[in-house]
């Protein structure tokens, strides 16, 4: 089996699993992931993550192309924005997932720092998450948005709508954005309960100890 046969099988596994398991359902959601050769596979327009087929995955070269396989996802624009601004990104997850589209909902969230710190493990995997406004799904003006942040940030929630995070490869990028959807879970089961939070300090230290790209 060739590296982008597996790539394309992997990629497929991991939808199933998110799907099966209610991150994203219907024909919601969609993935990329980084080829050998600098393309990207993407999952097709109007498909379930449920259902992919590895064969009918779009498929584009290094230029940006569109060579073969099913039309890709109408989010290409938001996928592209992470691409172009964070280099080593070599995967994209955007999903609908309820407790995270729940929380971007509440009043008080704080734009720049969407997940309350309630773990430490939204902070390793994330970072810090910006939360941005509410756009018409396919608006090419949230891959604007995405630019605009410089690549500074790994991981995104658009508003009413569902989180987009980026990851050195499929799996990280997948584990990453289960990890928001836990975490948005916590912040919406301990809303109004005054949970402890971490301290200011001991975000500090986890972001030292990991090396976690932090933007201030």
Not at 73 to 84: G, I, N, Q
Not at 112 to 123: C, E, H, R, V
Request: net charge negative; glycine share 8%; charged share 25%.
């Amino acid at each position: 089996m060739t590296e982008e046969a597996r790539l394309r099988e992997l990629i497929c596994e991991l939808t199933k699993s998110l799907f099966d398991r209610g991150l994203t359902h219907g024909s919601t959601g969609n993935i990329s992931a980084r080829t050998a050769d600098g393309g990207l596979l993407v999952s097709p327009t109007g498909t379930s993550l449920g259902r992919l087929d590895p064969a009918q995955l779009s498929r584009f070269d290094a230029r940006g192309r569109h060579v073969s396989g099913d039309q890709p996802t109408k989010e290409m624009p938001l996928h592209s924005a992470f691409y172009d601004t964070r280099s080593q990104a070599g995967a994209v997850v955007h999903l609908h997932c309820c407790h995270a589209v729940a929380w971007s909902m509440m009043p008080d969230v704080d734009e720049d720092d969407f997940l309350p710190p309630l773990t430490p493990y939204a902070i390793m995997q994330l970072g810090r998450v910006k939360l941005l406004p509410f756009f018409r799904p396919g608006d090419p003006a949230i891959g604007d948005a995405v630019r605009g942040l410089a690549g500074k940030r790994s991981a995104v929630m658009l508003a009413n709508h569902g989180p987009v995070v980026a990851g050195k490869d499929v799996e990280a990028a997948c584990n990453a954005i289960e990890e928001l959807e836990a975490s948005a879970r916590l912040a919406v089961l301990t809303c109004g309960c005054r949970p402890r939070l971490l301290r200011k300090e001991q975000v500090r230290d986890i972001v030292t100890t990991f090396n976690v790209e932090w933007e201030a």
